[in-house]
C-alpha cells in the first residue's frame, strides 16, 4: 500500500476494483462503510459480483470477469477527452503521458462497455467525472486485480489511473493493494520471492551478493532468480525438483489445477511439510513438522500498510511443538550451519542489519509506536505514505495497456465463467477457520452461485447438487440461486476441500510475475438427477 488505513477519513471517496473489502478485509470494509454512510463520502465499486460495497455505491459495474483493464482505459479515456486529469501533477511530476495518450484513444465508453457487459456506457462517463472532482480518492484493489494473466499490467493500469488523477504521494490517496493474509507484506519484504533478498534487493546484483554473503558468512550466492511456485511444481513432475519444503501453505487446496499440484507432489523424491495441521497437503510428505500457532509464538508481522506489529506468546506451546524459526534453525545446524538465534528478536536485528527499510525499525520502538517502512534510521518516524514529493524511479512512469481477453475463453462446451474468492466466515484453505466449530457451522459446505436466470435455463432449484466442470476436472457441489452473479458467470469459494474450486480453476501464468490466473475459466453447469 502507498498509503495507511487510518487516511479513509481523509479520503474524499474511494474507488474499490476488484476487492471484495467487507468480506475478505471487513475492518477496513467497515471503515470505509462508515465513512460513505455517516459522513457522505462517495463510492465507486468495479466487481463481477454484486459484494455488499455495490449497495452503498454512487456507481457500481459489474463488469465481465477479467475485463478490469478495459474499464479503468475507459476511466482515463474520459479524463483525458474532456480535460479533467490534473495537468500540472502529470507535467511536473510524470512521464510518458503522450504514449498512454495514444493508447487510450479507442477506449470509449462504448467500446469498454461492449467488452465489460455494462448496460449504459454513459456510467462510465460519470463515473470518471465524479473520480475527477474527488480529491483526494483512495484507490483499493486486491486479487480481482491481480490474479490473471494480465496481473501486472491491471496493476499498472490502476497507478496509471492514480498519477492522472494527481492523487499518488498525496495523503487520502493512492494504490492500496489489501494483503489477503496478516504477514504476506512482511513475508515479502523478507525475500520470500524467488528474485530478491530482504527490501526487494536483487539476487541479480553482484553487490547485493556481497552484501549477503559478508553478512551471512558464506560464499557462492547464486546470482541467477529461483522457481516461482507454480514453476517448482512444473520441475518437480520435469524430475529437476527432487525435493520440496513447505512452511504454513497448502498448495493441494491453494493452488490451480490441483490434479497437477499433486502429481508433482508424488513425483518429488522427498517432501517435508511444517504447519499447525495436517493440511491436505501434509498427508502427501514424507516428513510432518508441527509448528507452532500464532498465540504460541513471538516474533513480528508487517501488514498490510507497511506496518510492523509485535506478536507476544499467550499460550505455551504443547507437546512437540516448535517454533517455525527454530525448526528450521535446527535443520540448518545439521547440514553445516553455525546459527545461534536463541529468540525471534535476535533474527529481528539480523534483519535491520541487511533491510535498508528495517533499519529504524526496532522491537521497543515497534512495542510501543506506529511504524511503517520505509524507517531508514532510529531517529525516523516511519513513511505514513509512500510518494510524498518524488517516486522513488525520480518521475512516475505512464504504461500504456492493452486490454488482453484471459486465457480461457467460453465455448459450447463450456459456456460459462467460473470465478472463485473468499467469504467472510472462512480463510484460505479452511486450515484454521474449519477447524473452528462456530465458523464451520456458520458456512459448513461449499456452494455454488449461479444467476436465477442460468438456474432457470439449466432447471437448477436452490440448494440442489449439481456438476460444475472445466477441462481439468469436476466437482459435486450444491447450488446457490442470487443475483450477486451476472448471468453465465458463476462463483464459488475455495475454502473447502470436499468441493475444491481448484481442481476447475486454470494454471496459466501472468508472463511477468506467475501469479495464476484464479479469477477466470470457462465451466459448465449440469443439474445431477437423482
Given at each position: 500500500?502507498?498509503?495507511s488505513?487510518r487516511e479513509?477519513?481523509?479520503?474524499?471517496?474511494?474507488?474499490?476494483?476488484?476487492?471484495?473489502?467487507?468480506?475478505n478485509?471487513p475492518?477496513?470494509g467497515?471503515m470505509?462503510?462508515k465513512?460513505?454512510?455517516n459522513?457522505?463520502k462517495?463510492?465507486?465499486v468495479?466487481?463481477?459480483r454484486?459484494?455488499?460495497?455495490?449497495?452503498?455505491a454512487d456507481?457500481y459495474?459489474a463488469?465481465?470477469?477479467?475485463?478490469n483493464?478495459?474499464?479503468l482505459n475507459?476511466?482515463m479515456h474520459v479524463l483525458?477527452k474532456e480535460?479533467?486529469?490534473?495537468?500540472n501533477?502529470?507535467e511536473?511530476?510524470?512521464?510518458g503521458f503522450?504514449?498512454?495518450?495514444?493508447?487510450?484513444?479507442?477506449?470509449?465508453?462504448?467500446?469498454?462497455?461492449?467488452?465489460?457487459?455494462?448496460d449504459?456506457?454513459?456510467?462510465?462517463v460519470?463515473a470518471?467525472?465524479?473520480?475527477a472532482?474527488?480529491?483526494?480518492?483512495?484507490l483499493y484493489?486486491s486479487?480481482?486485480?491481480?490474479?490473471?494473466?494480465?496481473?501486472?499490467?491491471?496493476?499498472k493500469?490502476?497507478a496509471?489511473?492514480?498519477?492522472?488523477l494527481?492523487n499518488m504521494?498525496v495523503?487520502g490517496?493512492g494504490?492500496?493493494?489489501l494483503r489477503?493474509?496478516?504477514?504476506?507484506?512482511?513475508?515479502?519484504?523478507?525475500?520470500?520471492?524467488?528474485?530478491?533478498y530482504t527490501?526487494?534487493?536483487?539476487?541479480?546484483s553482484?553487490?547485493?551478493k556481497?552484501k549477503?554473503?559478508?553478512?551471512?558468512g558464506?560464499?557462492?550466492?547464486?546470482?541467477?532468480p529461483?522457481?516461482t511456485?507454480?514453476?517448482?511444481?512444473?520441475?518437480?513432475?520435469?524430475g529437476?525438483v527432487?525435493a520440496m519444503?513447505?512452511?504454513?501453505e497448502n498448495?493441494v487446496?491453494?493452488?490451480?489445477?490441483q490434479?497437477?499440484?499433486?502429481e508433482?507432489?508424488?513425483?518429488?523424491e522427498?517432501?517435508?511439510?511444517?504447519?499447525?495441521f495436517?493440511?491436505?497437503t501434509?498427508?502427501?510428505?514424507?516428513v510432518?513438522?508441527?509448528?507452532?500457532?500464532?498465540l504460541?509464538?513471538?516474533?513480528s508481522?508487517s501488514n498490510?500498510?507497511?506496518?510492523?506489529?509485535?506478536?507476544?506468546k499467550v499460550?505455551?506451546p504443547?507437546?512437540?511443538?516448535?517454533?517455525?524459526?527454530?525448526?528450521v534453525?535446527?535443520i540448518?545446524?545439521?547440514?553445516?550451519a553455525?546459527?545461534?538465534?536463541?529468540?525471534?528478536e535476535d533474527?529481528?536485528?539480523?534483519?535491520?542489519n541487511?533491510?535498508p527499510s528495517y533499519a529504524?525499525?526496532t522491537?521497543?520502538?515497534?512495542e510501543?509506536?506506529?511504524?511503517q517502512?520505509p524507517?531508514p534510521?532510529?531517529?525516523?518516524?516511519?513513511?505514513?505514505?509512500?510518494?510524498?514529493e518524488?517516486?522513488?524511479?525520480?518521475?512516475?512512469?505512464?504504461?500504456p495497456?492493452?486490454?488482453?481477453p484471459?486465457?480461457?475463453?467460453?465455448d459450447?462446451?463450456?459456456?460459462m465463467?467460473?470465478?472463485t474468492g473468499?467469504?467472510l466466515?472462512?480463510?484460505?484453505?479452511?486450515?484454521?477457520?474449519?477447524?473452528?466449530?462456530?465458523?464451520?457451522e456458520n458456512v459448513?459446505?461449499?456452494y455454488?452461485?449461479?444467476?436465477?436466470n442460468d438456474?432457470e435455463n439449466?432447471?437448477i432449484?436452490?440448494?440442489?447438487?449439481?456438476?460444475?466442470?472445466?477441462?481439468?476436472?469436476s466437482?459435486?457441489?450444491?447450488?446457490?440461486?442470487t443475483?450477486?452473479?451476472?448471468?453465465?458467470?458463476v462463483?464459488?469459494?475455495f475454502?473447502?476441500?470436499?468441493a475444491?474450486?481448484?481442481?476447475?480453476?486454470i494454471?496459466?501464468?501472468?508472463?511477468?510475475?506467475k501469479i495464476?490466473?484464479y479469477?477466470?475459466?470457462?465451466?459448465r453447469?449440469?443439474k445431477?438427477?437423482?
Amino acid at each position: 500500500m502507498t498509503n495507511s488505513i487510518r487516511e479513509t477519513t481523509v479520503s474524499r471517496g474511494f474507488l474499490v476494483i476488484g476487492s471484495n473489502t467487507t468480506e475478505n478485509h471487513p475492518v477496513l470494509g467497515s471503515m470505509i462503510k462508515k465513512e460513505v454512510i455517516n459522513n457522505g463520502k462517495k463510492l465507486i465499486v468495479v466487481d463481477p459480483r454484486k459484494i455488499e460495497l455495490s449497495k452503498y455505491a454512487d456507481y457500481y459495474f459489474a463488469i465481465n470477469p477479467g475485463t478490469n483493464i478495459a474499464i479503468l482505459n475507459g476511466f482515463m479515456h474520459v479524463l483525458l477527452k474532456e480535460g479533467l486529469y490534473d495537468k500540472n501533477y502529470v507535467e511536473t511530476r510524470c512521464e510518458g503521458f503522450e504514449a498512454l495518450s495514444k493508447t487510450l484513444e479507442k477506449y470509449t465508453p462504448e467500446y469498454v462497455a461492449e467488452i465489460c457487459g455494462i448496460d449504459n456506457p454513459e456510467d462510465i462517463v460519470s463515473a470518471a467525472r465524479l473520480m475527477a472532482g474527488l480529491k483526494p480518492m483512495a484507490l483499493y484493489y486486491s486479487m480481482g486485480i491481480t490474479q490473471f494473466v494480465s496481473g501486472v499490467n491491471g496493476v499498472k493500469s490502476t497507478a496509471n489511473l492514480q498519477m492522472l488523477l494527481g492523487n499518488m504521494g498525496v495523503e487520502g490517496g493512492g494504490v492500496n493493494p489489501l494483503r489477503g493474509q496478516n504477514n504476506v507484506q512482511g513475508a515479502c519484504d523478507m525475500g520470500c520471492l524467488p528474485n530478491v533478498y530482504t527490501a526487494y534487493q536483487p539476487v541479480t546484483s553482484e553487490d547485493n551478493k556481497a552484501k549477503f554473503e559478508a553478512a551471512w558468512g558464506v560464499s557462492g550466492l547464486s546470482t541467477k532468480p529461483g522457481l516461482t511456485l507454480l514453476e517448482m511444481f512444473n520441475q518437480a513432475i520435469a524430475g529437476n525438483v527432487k525435493a520440496m519444503y513447505t512452511m504454513g501453505e497448502n498448495p493441494v487446496g491453494s493452488d490451480p489445477n490441483q490434479h497437477h499440484i499433486i502429481e508433482a507432489l508424488e513425483a518429488l523424491e522427498f517432501f517435508v511439510a511444517q504447519d499447525i495441521f495436517l493440511t491436505e497437503t501434509a498427508k502427501y510428505a514424507d516428513v510432518v513438522f508441527p509448528a507452532c500457532a500464532f498465540l504460541e509464538k513471538e516474533g513480528s508481522v508487517s501488514n498490510t500498510e507497511r506496518r510492523v506489529q509485535l506478536m507476544h506468546k499467550v499460550l505455551q506451546p504443547q507437546g512437540e511443538v516448535r517454533d517455525d524459526w527454530w525448526i528450521v534453525m535446527q535443520i540448518a545446524n545439521r547440514m553445516g550451519a553455525k546459527w545461534n538465534y536463541t529468540k525471534a528478536e535476535d533474527i529481528f536485528e539480523e534483519i535491520r542489519n541487511v533491510t535498508p527499510s528495517y533499519a529504524g525499525i526496532t522491537y521497543d520502538r515497534a512495542e510501543w509506536n506506529l511504524l511503517q517502512w520505509p524507517c531508514p534510521n532510529v531517529d525516523h518516524p516511519g513513511t505514513q505514505y509512500l510518494h510524498k514529493e518524488k517516486f522513488s524511479r525520480g518521475l512516475g512512469l505512464f504504461t500504456p495497456i492493452e486490454y488482453t481477453p484471459p486465457a480461457e475463453g467460453t465455448d459450447s462446451e463450456y459456456p460459462m465463467i467460473l470465478t472463485t474468492g473468499r467469504i467472510l466466515d472462512h480463510f484460505h484453505t479452511g486450515t484454521m477457520t474449519r477447524n473452528s466449530k462456530v465458523l464451520d457451522e456458520n458456512v459448513p459446505e461449499g456452494y455454488v452461485e449461479l444467476n436465477p436466470n442460468d438456474a432457470e435455463n439449466f432447471n437448477i432449484k436452490n440448494g440442489e447438487l449439481v456438476s460444475v466442470s472445466s477441462r481439468r476436472g469436476s466437482i459435486r457441489i450444491k447450488a446457490r440461486v442470487t443475483a450477486k452473479t451476472k448471468p453465465n458467470v458463476v462463483f464459488i469459494p475455495f475454502h473447502f476441500f470436499e468441493a475444491c474450486a481448484n481442481v476447475l480453476t486454470i494454471d496459466a501464468l501472468d508472463p511477468l510475475c506467475k501469479i495464476p490466473e484464479y479469477k477466470v475459466c470457462s465451466s459448465r453447469i449440469e443439474k445431477i438427477q437423482p
